[in-house]
């Protein structure tokens, strides 16, 4: 999404007086998390060993896993989740059986179709078990929230909005910051930049007081793609850089995707072609070891943007065809629309109106 100048400059200053606002506003609801800070949701309280008795207990399982999760890093927890799941079917509960298995359906979305995924989460919040159980709900709305995102604005502002209903409710407040960072990205793509700035903020700075890292990552990554938007590339990287340093610096802490295809946008704004190539690179590499269909994609999609500027067509091209048709095969929807559009005007430009027509229909 690209905007005039005056806007950006508008959106940007409507950022600045919010995010002061609410600095100033709400300090000692900061200062109150900081206080308070305990152990995010998952920390282990014992590492996994190899004793018998350890490898029989489904709860060190879970605990490992919700650990990795919270950092987002879903390759090493999906096995862990895997292993919890049998565990709890044996001994009989239910409950924790339906904890880990949403906790495997959403390690496991980014080598399936995402509406598969949000399918299957739903069909979950409708068992009795979780009905009644306030803590497994926020666990799957918050899971289907991360996954409805590329599938429906709509759906995942309903998720997150239930979420942070019920964390509030619990007193989860990391779980209540987090869901309004998500809610900022869904005010972001309805234009409303004064509520996203707020929400995004917030998310940010509770993430900071209470020690949530994994937050701090997805809410800077979030922020840089807003100054990308109003082509603030100097702050962007700022953002993408300092995301980067924190999940670098976070044992366990998962790759965060999301600030090295911010930042090659940046780079490419800057005119730093090869520098946004070799981050595109970087990205790409550790999506394809880890499977993660969802950001190869999109990875691929902003490779072919990035080698259309350098004049080579049928470079871009293949690039944008096979990250589409991978977005288009598994349902990733969002990226399966921006890689369309794409080859919609670099077939346009070349005079090839019937691929260009055929790119669009599916992009609409």
Known sequence: MRLHLSKGRLALLLFMFSLLALVVGASRKYVSLYLSRTSPPGTPAVRLSQDAKTLNNPNFFLSEANHLAWLFNWPKAEPLYVRAEELFKESGDTRDQIYARVGRIRAQSETMSYVEVSEM??????????????????????????????????????????????????????????????????????????????????????????????????????????????????????????????????????FPYMAYE????????????????????QALTVAKDEDNLGHEAHILNLRGDLTLRTGDRDKAAGDLEEGSQLALKYKYYRTAAEGMFDLAELYLNVGDLRSAEKSATLGL
Do not use: H
């Open 121 to 254: 989460i739903g069909k979950e919040l409708n068992d009795p078990v979780v009905k009644n159980d306030p803590e497994l709900r926020l666990w799957c709305f918050a899971q289907k929230g991360y996954t409805d995102i590329e599938i429906s604005p709509m759906a995942t502002k309903w998720d997150w909005s239930e979420a942070r209903k019920i964390a509030k409710s619990l007193g989860e407040t990391q779980w209540e910051a987090r869901a309004n960072g998500e809610l900022g990205i869904i005010a972001f793509l309805q234009g409303n930049s004064r509520r996203a700035a707020k929400l995004v903020g917030d998310a940010l700075l509770s993430a900071m007081a209470s020690g949530d890292t994994g937050g701090q990552v997805r809410s800077l990554e979030m922020l840089g793609n807003g100054f990308n938007t109003v082509q603030r590339y100097a702050e962007a990287i700022r953002f993408f850089d300092r995301a980067i340093k924190i999940a670098n610096s976070t044992p366990d802490a998962g």
């Open 262 to 281: 911010g930042k090659s946008q940046t780079l490419i704004g800057q005119g730093k072609l090869k520098e946004a190539r070799d981050v595109l690179g």
